[in-house]
């Protein structure tokens, strides 16, 4: 236990650091971007670089949520359970922080807060999924039925996501794309080493501080196994 | 000879609970064994083991001769469960939901329609077959529960309280039934609250305790229930 | 397979003897439709609205009146122990999934089948037979996947104390890549298009269908173990 939590107030400090530096390039290191007409991009497009890293990890989330499903169901091993609700939990919040990022990007680049967009809806998908996910657990009370059953869920939700992804596409594409040729629409395309660099910091913060939250996440839900299991005992 | 029932080391944990400890049981080729215990101390949770509906936690079952994880299906066609819930659809004719029974444990055509009949006429509901079991009493939905249970010849049958609820008249036929020369040859696991019906029936007695077998006796060792009362009655709390 | 029928079979005598659900499915569908259509009451004659809308109301209705449904399909069986019967039979868990499929698809599939022509009356559409049968197609693929995910969940709540409000809490979200091409191939059909518009739609249906078929599956015996 106690190796544990000092590993995890290493990574918090490293999160902390990295996020700093982080924010710091974001604001300071990063030089305006123009388009293709060679306008200056307001300011609200630096939310780019951490709302896509955001929203990357929040799907790496739920692919912990699935996995650790699977090697529940495969060895009813309640370590499995703790994994999958701790991702789950973390997961629902950067789900949240797609959103919010997303809208506030939106009002300012289009002028409305949400828009029915390919990826903005996709990660709407997955917020919905999340919290039914967590309704399911609420709705359960004995501990192994509850992680059976939410490793259901969490095995079909995993997968209908990227099955809505697809059926959004074919509903509605309006999302400019940020990388690859097909550079039309409002967005440009990502060039330019600083632009690049910012980013990928931008996405090591974003993943430390999943790391974190997840290991802090899955210490705690542990020590209350603990103690259920000594109340249990007395 | 092959034992009917053969357990090995069988626990089963729920949650941090463990429920069975490590039982070790062989029944014999038309035994007829009861099972007394305290509530809580894993009756049901061994006849589930045993009928599949449950996998153990660690240690093995078999019955007839096949393990009950790695093939459950040639395991539950051995196996006829008398519960104290009736397994009946409501919305069917007592005919319909042996049929639907009969067909779904592989027997089909003369041979079901035939078995159905002799099985009725045994319970005494020959005459009600074409009627609903929702307006059926509640003696006639246990008698007819019973001829479920023994539609496909099973040959190890699990009594799982029988007793409870059942009226004088579905006692008597069920009592019948298991004397009467068809199932003389199958083997019988019953577990039991009512000590002194279970003990006139059974031919060896266990008593179940906190997960573990306490005591493992046959009939002829006593003289007599009274006997088997006074010896054994401190294993029950 | 043979017993996935037998269980179907079973259902579907049961329900054909009450119309239990049957009725109340059909009639909540048919007051959806109602509501609807009083409300655009106004621009019923406009064609290109009604165009948009239409299918979207079509499939809200089968939605909630299929999921009316859904919540009762295994309620029947826990009345009288009867899901440990089936599972003390020697069949595997896949086939009782598989049986209980079968008979949702047909109680939904029909209640689809008698709502559509009010569906067709209400919203003023004249459709020829080669439309109908593409849209029945729709209608089967769609819900298919409906009842796919449905039924898996449907016994996933059993064991829950919030049943009938839990199940489209959880549905719903893995319902809309399903519903999204239904109601898009709806519409393409309503408006004119021929099927080889509409093939994007069906790939997609035919592949939700078949995945969430084959997992459902996999995962069933899970669901039910006690």
Same mark, same amino acid.
């Given at each position: 236990?106690?190796?544990?939590?000092?590993?995890?107030?290493?990574?918090?400090?490293?999160?902390?650091?990295?996020?700093?530096?982080?924010?710091?390039?974001?604001?300071?290191?990063?030089?305006?971007?123009?388009?293709?007409?060679?306008?200056?991009?307001?300011?609200?497009?630096?939310?780019?670089?951490?709302?896509?890293?955001?929203?990357?990890?929040?799907?790496?989330?739920?692919?912990?949520?699935?996995?650790?499903?699977?090697?529940?169901?495969?060895?009813?091993?309640?370590?499995?359970?703790?994994?999958?609700?701790?991702?789950?939990?973390?997961?629902?919040?950067?789900?949240?922080?797609?959103?919010?990022?997303?809208?506030?990007?939106?009002?300012?680049?289009?002028?409305?807060?949400?828009?029915?967009?390919?990826?903005?809806?996709?990660?709407?998908?997955?917020?919905?999924?999340?919290?039914?996910?967590?309704?399911?657990?609420?709705?359960?009370?004995?501990?192994?039925?509850?992680?059976?059953?939410?490793?259901?869920?969490?095995?079909?939700?995993?997968?209908?996501?990227?099955?809505?992804?697809?059926?959004?596409?074919?509903?509605?594409?309006?999302?400019?794309?940020?990388?690859?040729?097909?550079?039309?629409?409002?967005?440009?395309?990502?060039?330019?080493?600083?632009?690049?660099?910012?980013?990928?910091?931008?996405?090591?913060?974003?993943?430390?501080?999943?790391?974190?939250?997840?290991?802090?996440?899955?210490?705690?839900?542990?020590?209350?196994?603990?103690?259920?299991?000594?109340?249990?005992?007395? | 000879?092959?034992?009917?029932?053969?357990?090995?080391?069988?626990?089963?944990?729920?949650?941090?609970?463990?429920?069975?400890?490590?039982?070790?049981?062989?029944?014999?080729?038309?035994?007829?064994?009861?099972?007394?215990?305290?509530?809580?101390?894993?009756?049901?949770?061994?006849?589930?083991?045993?009928?599949?509906?449950?996998?153990?936690?660690?240690?093995?079952?078999?019955?007839?001769?096949?393990?009950?994880?790695?093939?459950?299906?040639?395991?539950?066609?051995?196996?006829?469960?008398?519960?104290?819930?009736?397994?009946?659809?409501?919305?069917?004719?007592?005919?319909?939901?042996?049929?639907?029974?009969?067909?779904?444990?592989?027997?089909?055509?003369?041979?079901?329609?035939?078995?159905?009949?002799?099985?009725?006429?045994?319970?005494?509901?020959?005459?009600?077959?074409?009627?609903?079991?929702?307006?059926?009493?509640?003696?006639?939905?246990?008698?007819?529960?019973?001829?479920?249970?023994?539609?496909?010849?099973?040959?190890?049958?699990?009594?799982?309280?029988?007793?409870?609820?059942?009226?004088?008249?579905?006692?008597?036929?069920?009592?019948?039934?298991?004397?009467?020369?068809?199932?003389?040859?199958?083997?019988?696991?019953?577990?039991?609250?009512?000590?002194?019906?279970?003990?006139?029936?059974?031919?060896?007695?266990?008593?179940?305790?906190?997960?573990?077998?306490?005591?493992?006796?046959?009939?002829?060792?006593?003289?007599?229930?009274?006997?088997?009362?006074?010896?054994?009655?401190?294993?029950?709390? | 397979?043979?017993?996935?029928?037998?269980?179907?079979?079973?259902?579907?005598?049961?329900?054909?003897?009450?119309?239990?659900?049957?009725?109340?499915?059909?009639?909540?569908?048919?007051?959806?439709?109602?509501?609807?259509?009083?409300?655009?009451?106004?621009?019923?004659?406009?064609?290109?609205?009604?165009?948009?809308?239409?299918?979207?109301?079509?499939?809200?209705?089968?939605?909630?009146?299929?999921?009316?449904?859904?919540?009762?399909?295994?309620?029947?069986?826990?009345?009288?122990?009867? +899901?440990?019967? @089936?599972? &003390?039979?020697?069949?595997?868990? *896949?086939? =009782?999934?598989? !049986?209980?499929? /079968? #008979?949702? %698809?047909?109680?939904?599939?029909?209640?689809?089948?008698?709502?559509?022509?009010?569906?067709?009356?209400?919203?003023?559409?004249?459709?020829?037979?080669?439309?109908?049968? +593409?849209?029945? @197609?729709? &209608?089967?693929?769609?819900?298919? *996947?409906? =009842?796919?995910? !449905?039924?898996? /969940? #449907?016994? %996933?709540?059993?064991?829950?104390?919030?049943?009938?409000?839990?199940?489209?809490?959880?549905?719903?979200?893995?319902?809309?890549?399903?519903?999204?091409?239904?109601?898009?191939?709806?519409?393409?059909? &309503?408006?004119?298009?021929?099927? *080889?518009?509409?093939?994007?739609?069906?790939? /997609?249906?035919?592949?939700?269908?078949?995945?969430?078929?084959?997992?459902?599956?996999?995962?069933?015996?899970?669901?039910?173990?006690?």
């Amino acid at each position: 236990m106690a190796s544990n939590s000092r590993k995890t107030g290493v990574l918090a400090v490293a999160t902390a650091s990295v996020m700093l530096l982080a924010i710091y390039m974001l604001f300071f290191y990063l030089p305006p971007i123009k388009d293709e007409a060679g306008e200056v991009l307001s300011g609200s497009f630096r939310i780019f670089f951490f709302h896509m890293p955001i929203a990357i990890i929040s799907y790496l989330a739920f692919g912990v949520v699935f996995a650790a499903s699977i090697l529940y169901l495969r060895d009813k091993s309640l370590k499995w359970d703790i994994y999958a609700r701790s991702a789950a939990e973390v997961g629902t919040l950067f789900a949240f922080l797609v959103l919010v990022t997303g809208s506030i990007w939106a009002k300012d680049a289009w002028g409305w807060y949400w828009i029915w967009d390919l990826r903005l809806t996709t990660s709407l998908v997955l917020f919905l999924v999340y919290l039914a996910y967590t309704m399911l657990r609420k709705a359960l009370e004995e501990p192994e039925k509850r992680a059976r059953l939410s490793a259901v869920f969490g095995i079909l939700g995993f997968i209908s996501v990227p099955l809505s992804f697809f059926s959004i596409r074919l509903w509605r594409s309006a999302h400019p794309l940020m990388f690859g040729g097909n550079t039309g629409g409002s967005g440009g395309g990502l060039e330019g080493t600083a632009l690049q660099l910012t980013l990928l910091v931008n996405f090591i913060a974003y993943f430390l501080l999943f790391l974190t939250l997840f290991s802090v996440k899955v210490q705690n839900e542990r020590m209350e196994e603990e103690l259920d299991s000594r109340r249990y005992a007395e | 000879m092959e034992n009917a029932v053969s357990i090995r080391e069988l626990s089963k944990v729920f949650g941090k609970t463990p429920v069975l400890k490590a039982l070790d049981l062989d029944l014999k080729k038309g035994e007829f064994a009861v099972v007394f215990g305290p509530n809580g101390a894993g009756k049901t949770t061994l006849l589930k083991l045993i009928s599949t509906l449950i996998e153990p936690t660690g240690g093995s079952v078999f019955v007839s001769g096949f393990n009950i994880t790695e093939e459950p299906e040639k395991v539950r066609k051995e196996i006829g469960m008398l519960s104290h819930d009736s397994y009946l659809y409501g919305d069917l004719t007592a005919k319909e939901n042996l049929h639907f029974f009969g067909k779904m444990y592989g027997i089909n055509g003369q041979e079901l329609e035939k078995r159905i009949l002799q099985l009725l006429n045994e319970v005494g509901l020959a005459t009600k077959a074409d009627e609903r079991v929702s307006t059926f009493s509640r003696g006639m939905k246990q008698r007819l529960s019973i001829a479920r249970a023994l539609l496909h010849r099973p040959s190890l049958l699990l009594l799982d309280e029988p007793y409870t609820g059942l009226d004088p008249g579905a006692s008597l036929v069920f009592e019948n039934l298991l004397k009467s020369p068809e199932f003389q040859g199958s083997t019988k696991l019953m577990v039991s609250h009512d000590l002194e019906r279970g003990f006139a029936l059974c031919d060896r007695v266990l008593i179940l305790n906190k997960g573990k077998f306490v005591y493992d006796g046959f009939k002829v060792n006593f003289s007599g229930f009274q006997e088997f009362r006074e010896k054994c009655g401190s294993m029950l709390t | 397979m043979i017993r996935s029928f037998y269980i179907a079979a079973k259902d579907l005598k049961a329900e054909f003897r009450t119309k239990q659900m049957l009725n109340s499915m059909f009639i909540f569908s048919l007051l959806v439709l109602v509501v609807f259509s009083i409300s655009f009451g106004d621009f019923l004659g406009d064609t290109e609205k009604v165009e948009k809308l239409a299918p979207g109301v079509l499939w809200i209705a089968f939605t909630f009146a299929g999921m009316l449904g859904l919540s009762r399909t295994f309620v029947m069986e826990t009345e009288n122990g009867c +899901l440990e019967a @089936l599972m &003390l039979c020697p069949v595997d868990r *896949g086939a =009782i999934y598989t !049986g209980k499929i /079968l #008979s949702n %698809l047909a109680i939904v599939f029909l209640m689809e089948a008698v709502t559509l022509p009010f569906f067709i009356i209400l919203f003023n559409y004249s459709l020829g037979i080669g439309t109908l049968l +593409l849209l029945l @197609l729709i &209608l089967f693929l769609g819900t298919f *996947g409906f =009842i796919a995910v !449905g039924t898996l /969940l #449907s016994a %996933l709540t059993l064991g829950t104390r919030t049943r009938e409000l839990l199940l489209p809490v959880l549905l719903l979200p893995l319902l809309l890549p399903v519903l999204i091409p239904a109601v898009e191939a709806t519409a393409g059909i &309503l408006a004119g298009n021929s099927i *080889g518009n509409l093939i994007p739609e069906i790939r /997609l249906l035919a592949v939700y269908d078949l995945v969430f078929f084959v997992i459902s599956h996999l995962v069933f015996e899970h669901v039910v173990s006690d």
